[in-house]
């Protein structure tokens, strides 16, 4: 599953965005992951998906997973930490103690460990925290020694409350006791409220809540030019062009679908490029409206 990519860098104002690669997912089908999925959609709108996005067959999605790396004049930033080393996932087999060279293709993109200064999360699933921390002696220590973690204090709080502890959350306590309370217990992590207030000089966590609690889309102005960052709110293209379309991650339904329109309309209206953390190919590209009122999208 897991599979080397390219390093592809792209430029926004005084800022350079990297994407570091963790897992390729080429086993999900269609239908599984989006419930509503039509198979037709793609017999009236065959432009709609591009071949590096779905198998030949049209039946399994591509998807990724991986981390952005961005450099400021001022910071090193990771945006969201992917699955991890050696974190049991008993629950969620493909991401079960992982070994991947995530740290190596960070030092290749050019950034160590110790050159990180602000780590900020979308949101606290498994597939967005794993990097938080690495197993050192026995124990979860901070993967970046010299960062402050960024993250929502609604849901770390959400995730840690028995109460919450369903079927759908149980691989989320476990993520919280591995990846997150460690980063509390050391002293680095910093709770924020999600209010579209900045967090740091550029960058504002915008309230998108739905696919999680308290989920965040991370949004960044440099000299004029903007970007988003929209974590979970989009899994797959075809949700760009199909946005009332969830998929079966999204726990609350009607806010997930909210969230997905209020980004789209936010990359259009504001001209934002958007890097996404589940996208295959480049993952990044520009949203743009159909003369339907719709929206579609252009990897680039």
Known sequence: MEKPTSFDTYRLGDITVTRIPELSLEDFPAAVVIPEWDPDILVRHPDWITPGSMDPARKNLYMQVHSWLVRTPRWTILIDTGVGNDKPRPFTPGFDRLSTPFLERLAKAGAQPEDIDYVLMTHLHVDHVGWNTRLEGGRWVPTFPNARYL?????????TDERHHNDRNKTSFIVQRDSVLPLVDAGVAELIEVDGSEVLEGFAFQPT????????????????????????TL???????????????????????????????????????????????????????RGDGGFEWQFV
Request: charged share 25%; net charge negative.
């Open 209 to 232: 809540p739905g696919h999680s609690i308290d989920h965040a889309s991370i949004t960044v102005t440099s000299r004029g030019e903007t970007a988003i960052f929209p974590g979970d």
């Open 151 to 159: 993250f929502s204090g609604r849901e770390l709080q959400y995730f």
């Open 235 to 289: 899994h797959h293209p075809i949700q760009i062009f199909k946005p009332e379309w969830n998929s079966m991650f999204d726990a609350f339904e009607d806010e997930a679908r909210t969230a997905r329109k209020w980004v789209l309309d936010y990359a259009a209206n504001e001209n934002a490029r958007l890097f996404s953390t589940h996208f295959p190919e480049s993952a990044v590209g520009e949203v743009r409206r």
